[in-house]
């Protein structure tokens, strides 16, 4: 038989959380469906909210679901006509223990919608939700998924940055939706992540041969973040691009590099987004005396973004781990010079292109800013560098065609062809 060789695929893309705005997962499927479809394509996006605002020539399905981390009303308590279909019910009761049921409720969600629809595509490509519904679909049509990171990291993570016992349990239930990820995961024919140094944590902590692994980097949007020549730049004016509690996201390393380097420099910091109310970062900023350095900007659309990349000197990425790395990407789009961490995939996208410092290391990031604000040639250097590489490395158009071409492996193996 003639290996499959269909021009334009028949796509099911799923994604149980789609936030186009923030976080690696909403951006993907927003960006990766437009690519695919731009390629002629036919994709359809099955999504649970919020809405992934994907563009003209996409189909969207947004499935019912119970939306409990909805922040406008984050846990509310659903109306008993809710819970009395089944799979709403056990995602309240595994909430009310403390669980993240998300992955699992929403894959049998589809599994119920894909009922007498699997002819309708020739491959699905779950976005990490890696639940048993999703594998369920095997047995009818191609599977394949994109793992961003190992959700084992988060979890590593958040459990080392408490004393608390009872925390450290908390955070232990809460990533038990791991155990089926990885037994998910392990069945899946062929798996498509977004770096190399993903790849190798994949392999590791979910017991996956490297072989079943495809690497595929991630795209840039670069219609919404580019350079803004005109806009003059502020001395001693620093942005990152992600105001989270979350420990993975190492803030709380980079406002004690920021105490630091008050010591020796006139600076100040944006912040993008808003710390969570009596969180981890918003009492750390109090304890450190730092709120008159500080700008959080809260919420904002991408022509104030960019304005506020264009506006710094020096962009931060002070992740403890990405799988990606799209802040470092999307700075280097609006042409600002880059410090990053190692963590993960980071020198990946960075290459030679940004300045690099371990993670988790408040003195190397206040030297690498010192450095940097110092150093006007180098910052000019890193700033063309960077542009230079996201703007012929990591576009969407590359993306969705490696993409695709998993797709038609995927298919061919599935077939026998």
Request: glycine share 8%; net charge positive; hydrophobic share 40%.
């Amino acid at each position: 038989m003639k290996p499959f060789h269909k021009t334009g695929l028949r796509i099911g893309l799923i994604s149980y959380r789609s936030n186009p705005h923030c976080g690696g997962q909403g951006v993907y499927i927003r960006h990766l469906s437009h690519a695919l479809s731009d390629l002629g394509h036919q994709v359809e996006v099955i999504a649970g909210p919020p809405d992934p605002l994907v563009n003209a020539g996409v189909n969207l399905t947004m499935l019912d679901t119970l939306d409990l981390y909805n922040p406008q009303n984050l846990f509310r308590t659903p109306r008993i006509e809710e819970l009395k279909d089944p799979v709403n019910l056990i995602e309240w009761l595994d909430i009310s223990a403390m669980g993240y049921p998300e992955p699992m409720t929403f894959g049998m969600r589809v599994k119920r919608y894909m009922k007498g629809r699997a002819k309708s595509y020739d491959i699905i490509h779950d976005n990490q939700s890696l639940s048993y519904g999703v594998l369920s679909l095997a047995r009818d049509l191609p599977v394949t998924a994109t793992i961003h990171h190992p959700m084992t990291v988060d979890r590593r993570l958040a459990v080392k940055a408490t004393r608390s016992f009872y925390k450290k349990l908390k955070a232990l239930r809460w990533y038990s939706f791991i155990g089926m990820q990885k037994r998910v995961a392990r069945r899946m024919p062929s798996i498509i992540t977004v770096s190399d140094s993903s790849k190798t944590d994949i392999s590791k902590e979910f017991k996956i041969p490297a072989s079943r692994l495809k690497t595929v980097p991630i795209g840039i949007d670069l219609d919404n973040f580019f350079p803004l020549d005109h806009v003059k730049k502020e001395p001693g004016r620093l942005i990152v691009t992600n105001s989270a509690d979350t420990p993975l996201k190492g803030l709380y390393h980079l406002l004690y590099a920021l105490k630091g380097v008050l010591k020796h420099r006139n600076v100040s910091l944006t912040i993008i987004g808003t710390p969570k109310k009596n969180g981890g970062i918003e009492n750390l900023v109090k304890t450190l005396d730092l709120a008159r350095h500080i700008d959080f900007t809260g919420r904002i659309d991408h022509q104030r973004f960019v304005r506020e990349y264009a506006k710094a000197q020096i962009a931060v990425v002070p992740s403890m781990y990405e799988g990606f790395g799209l802040p470092v990407g999307e700075a280097m789009a609006c042409r600002v010079p880059v410090i990053s961490t190692t963590g993960g995939a980071l020198p990946e996208v960075a290459g030679n292109a940004a300045k690099l410092v371990p993670p988790g290391d408040a003195r190397a990031l206040e030297k690498a800013i010192i450095e940097l604000l110092d150093d006007a040639k180098q910052r000019e250097d890193l700033a063309c560098r960077g542009y230079d590489r996201v703007t012929t490395q990591f576009t969407w158009e590359k993306c969705a065609m490696r993409t695709a071409q998993v797709y038609r492996e995927v298919i061919n193996d599935y077939h026998g062809l």
